[in-house]
């Protein structure tokens, strides 16, 4: 499909070839867009090591600098019940100890070499995750290797993790984007679904973890058939494929299928809801507004990016619009579908004056309303071409391009997603935005959840005859407050 | 591995109305950013107008002569560009990334801004933004934990009447008494060509660039030129403590010290210093106080280098059950060590490596906030040569153990800095 845009580019193409300096700026109308630059995808180069293990390469030779990642298909969704927390603290605690290295050696180690080496769980997968200088690499491999396939999980270093994590669930009580975004999970999905709990766990969960807890974690989900290593960067394949086979090609211990957890149904609210959690004189009002969304596997996830892109996902959309720049409620609001491998949240959302805050929710239910009837032709022309045309820019650094090699690793996405991705954003009509719109945006059944001061908003909201009000406590959100051992 | 030596190679000429332009070419993804600095922050502005120079950087993207309120930004998502701007104390700066197809848009838009953003302001534009920016202070500074002692810290370190003793943010009444008229003051002083340079990198062909600046901004006219900022040097005599309250779980303990001027001599020791003291685990202040002792559950340390005045601050917050006079004395010890005796050869070595990794990751991005653009501009605006990377670099390598010892004894004395401690409310 041909958007206008494309057609005044190609009528106007070679324009600034004649362009003298001399000549003045015509700034009636705007410049037109020169012919499209060329999409050049960097290739993926697919290997694999002796054992099987997949290797995954980019390669990149404008600074010398590279990117290993050793990507690990279990995160916080397989944590299983009763252990919310064990994968992340799993992954946290192979940097203590790994090898014949303790926790203080592993770091000078890395430090020494000018590296970033870090171990992560998301919700999806793990990984371990190395930038380094290229001269540097083959120091640094066999750090990784080490902290990768051979932690130890001393046990003091697991009780200095614990206090640490602790505390932090202590902390997360102070800041109210933090709180939102926790209770909106809870409501939704429950305390017994993975979704709603925080990735860090329970306290009562993070306190009782044992290191046995953890090696049995690490033993069911660190192995290579459960496992894909990145490289992107300043390397020739030929030249790294044998570091990265001295590295973790003898790497055999725990084949076969890693144990994966499998998320309970969740379903949708029935009717629409009111959330309260008092923040007694704050500022402003934490806003979250939606409901359960789609996994990342959806077929709708084309039409979904544009009609959010309309709705809160860009500057110009709609939600950002009139609460920001028409009002002045807030400083930015906006709105997201985060697609996981199960259907994750999706959430209008804005921190909004405090008494502007039944205003707000007033403006933003016309929003989540508007976004249902037809979308004008310059609008959705635009929020396409806002995704589409900036997408070859997003493959610039080590980083950018190994985080996007990570979600067609973990989200199985075909060989031509990024090839045809620009192609599939443009191809979506009107039909598709206003049907995916009514599909997954259901003002009527939506939770609404504010964080804020109670006595100042409740009044308000209550007059807004939204739904039902419930209040929450602090430690329904979180539990009770841990208590820290000394 | 060999020192780095990193070149970044650009083209630099100045228009007849003082615009001063960089241009540098990189191929690696079609795309091109058009970073433009002004030389003006909070410094400039005076009492009773804290946040303007803030202020002012919203009304930058409300329209211009002949962009109508909206269309900048609507102009730049329908060519799949961004953009974004920042103030801080010496200089406020924006960037427009676009698809190097759109190098034109994004010029128009940034020249007529600079150009004829007065035409199209109106008192309810200055308004509309007021309100956003005190939603943004709120959300920022009055609804973060820890955010209003962020503003104190400042007051403390600079006397009243210096250009850092406010917050970039402002304060709320003075927001309030923003005016229209401030906004014609400020823009006629402050944001004319010669009190701006120019970066345009990425997908570029350097001479079409060049042609299409010129045209561009060719029209834009001069202004009056703007004398440099001088202060006289300052200087705490003694302790200055203060105790504030906020709604959290734990105290915190800063301790700052004013140091020298970004890019003076021990600016760059001091980054060493604050590397030795709070970078990674073996670092002295985290691995005696959350490593080995775990009585702070974090702790921070920073040279902030600034243009007048820099400021070296150090952040520690107790583990439940510990104190903030518990952390200070392990810090003050280790502050000491480091004054009396040199650190080893590892440690720097350690810290230099790092430094320099720093600086090629720092080449991976063209646009953007810290951007390589930005970073040509930052080294322009702060030296007059925009490839200063290898100067910049320079500085660490040669420092001696001695050198960090001597910039930790001279500018981080236990009794001449600002204590801040913020505590729970309602804790005794």
Redesign the interface.
């Given at each position: 499909m041909m958007t206008r845009r494309f057609v005044l580019a190609t009528a106007l193409a070679g324009l600034t070839a004649v362009l003298s300096a001399q000549q003045a700026p015509d700034r009636t109308h705007p410049p037109q867009p020169g012919p499209p630059p060329a999409l050049t995808l960097p290739t993926i180069q697919k290997r694999q090591l002796s054992n099987g293990l997949p290797v995954w390469m980019v390669e990149m030779h404008k600074v010398p600098v590279v990117q290993v990642n050793l990507l690990v298909f279990s995160g916080t969704a397989d944590d299983p019940a009763g252990k919310f927390g064990v994968a992340s603290l799993t992954t946290a605690m192979l940097e203590e100890g790994a090898g014949a290295r303790s926790a203080l050696e592993i770091a000078d180690a890395v430090d020494f070499l000018g590296a970033d080496l870090g171990a992560g769980t998301g919700i999806d997968a793990s990984a371990v995750r190395l930038h380094v200088p290229v001269a540097r690499l083959a120091g640094a491999l066999p750090i990784m290797a080490d902290v990768a396939l051979r932690p130890t999980f001393p046990k003091d270093e697991l009780e200095r993790l614990r206090r640490e994590r602790l505390t932090n669930l202590l902390q997360a009580r102070d800041d109210p984007p933090t709180i939102a975004a926790l209770a909106f999970s809870r409501i939704l999905y429950g305390p017994a679904h993975r979704y709603g709990t925080a990735m860090l766990g329970t306290g009562a969960a993070i306190a009782a973890f044992t290191p046995d807890d953890l090696r049995a974690f690490y033993a069911a989900t660190f192995r290579p058939a459960n496992t894909a290593l990145l490289v992107v960067g300043d390397v020739a394949p030929d030249h790294v494929m044998p570091l990265l086979e001295s590295s973790f090609g003898s790497w055999t211990a725990q084949t076969g299928a890693a144990a994966h957890a499998t998320l309970p149904a969740a379903p949708e609210p029935a009717r629409r809801e009111i959330y309260l959690v008092d923040k007694p004189d704050a500022a402003q009002s934490q806003v979250r507004i939606g409901w359960i969304g789609v996994p990342r596997s959806t077929p709708d996830y084309f039409p979904i990016q544009v009609m959010n892109t309309i709705l809160g996902g860009s500057f110009s959309s709609r939600l950002n619009m009139n609460l920001r720049e028409k009002h002045g409620y807030a400083y930015g609001a906006g709105s997201g579908f985060d697609m996981r491998a199960s259907a994750g949240p999706f959430a209008a959302s804005a921190g909004v004056q405090t008494d502007k805050t039944a205003e707000s929710l007033k403006e933003f239910f016309n929003e989540l309303n508007g976004i249902l009837q037809p979308i004008p032709p310059d609008e959705l022309a635009r929020a396409k071409n806002y995704v589409a045309l900036r997408f070859p820019g997003g493959f610039e650094t080590t980083g950018d391009i190994s985080r996007k090699l990570e979600d067609a690793l973990v989200y199985h996405l075909p060989d031509t997603y990024f090839s045809q991705y620009v192609q599939s954003i443009q191809a979506v009509t009107a039909a598709d935005v206003q049907r995916v719109a009514q599909k997954y945006i259901q003002p009527g059944r939506f939770v609404v959840l504010v964080v804020g001061d109670r006595k100042k908003i409740e009044p308000g909201i209550r007059a807004l005859n939204l739904g039902a009000i419930k209040i929450v406590t602090i430690d329904e959100v979180f539990g009770p407050a841990p208590s820290i051992p000394q | 591995?060999?020192a780095?030596k990193i070149e970044v190679k650009y083209t630099q000429f100045t228009l007849p109305n003082g615009l001063r332009v960089i241009l540098h070419e990189?191929h690696?993804?079609?795309?091109v950013s058009v970073n433009m600095w002004y030389h003006v922050g909070s410094a400039r502005e005076r009492t009773g107008r804290t946040g303007f120079a803030h202020l002012f950087e919203h009304l930058m993207f409300m329209g211009s002569?002949?962009?109508q309120p909206?269309?900048f930004?609507?102009?730049l998502?329908?060519?799949?560009?961004?953009n974004n701007g920042s103030t801080e104390n010496d200089r406020t700066n924006y960037w427009i990334?676009v698809?190097?197809?759109?190098l034109?848009?994004a010029?128009?838009?940034e020249?007529?801004r600079m150009g004829?953003l007065l035409d199209t302001m109106t008192p309810k534009t200055v308004?509309?933004?007021?309100?956003?920016v005190?939603?943004?202070r709120?959300?920022?500074y009055?609804?973060?934990?820890y955010g209003q002692a962020d503003i104190t810290l400042g007051e403390l370190l600079y006397p009243e009447g210096h250009p850092y003793h406010w917050p970039v943010i402002g304060y709320m009444p003075d927001l309030t008494a923003a005016s229209y008229d401030d906004v014609v003051t400020f823009f006629k002083t402050y944001y004319a060509p010669g009190n701006a340079s120019l970066v345009v990198a990425g997908?570029i062909e350097t001479e079409?660039a060049?042609?299409?600046v010129?045209?561009?901004f060719?029209?834009v006219k001069p202004g009056a030129p703007v004398e440099p900022m001088t202060m006289p040097g300052v200087a705490l005599a003694g302790v200055q403590k203060k105790t504030v309250t906020d709604?959290?779980?734990?105290p915190r303990l800063s301790l700052a010290w004013l140091t020298p001027s970004h890019l003076a001599p021990a600016d760059a020791a001091l980054d060493i210093v604050a590397d030795m003291l709070a970078?990674?685990?073996?670092s002295r202040l985290y691995?005696r106080l959350?490593?080995d002792m775990?009585i702070a559950?974090s702790v921070s340390a920073g040279q902030n280098s600034q243009a007048l005045s820099s400021y070296f601050l150090i952040e520690a917050t107790p583990?439940?059950?510990h104190t903030v006079e518990e952390l200070q004395k392990v810090i003050d010890e280790e502050i000491t060590r480091l004054q009396n005796d040199a650190p080893s050869q590892?440690e720097m070595?350690?810290s230099f490596?790092?430094v320099?990794?720093?600086f090629?990751?720092r080449?991976?991005?063209?646009?953007g906030f810290g951007g390589k653009a930005d970073q040509l501009n930052a080294y322009y605006t702060q030296t007059g040569d925009p490839d200063w990377f290898n100067e910049d670099l320079g500085r660490y390598r040669p420092l001696s153990a001695t050198d960090v010892q001597a910039a930790a004894a001279q500018y981080l004395p236990l009794g001449r800095r600002v204590e801040l401690v913020v505590m729970p409310e309602g804790s005794k």
């Open positions: - | 591995m060999a780095p990189d690696s993804v079609p795309m002569g002949h962009v909206g269309q930004d609507e102009w998502e329908t060519a799949g560009g961004d990334n698809p190097s197809n759109s034109e848009l010029l128009f838009l020249s007529d004829y308004d509309a933004q007021r309100d956003v005190k939603n943004e709120r959300q920022s009055e609804n973060r934990p997908d079409t060049r042609t299409l010129e045209r561009w060719g029209d709604k959290v779980q734990l970078g990674g685990k073996n691995k959350v490593y775990q559950q583990r439940p059950g590892h070595e350690r490596n790092q320099e990794a720093s090629y990751n080449m991976e991005r063209v646009g």
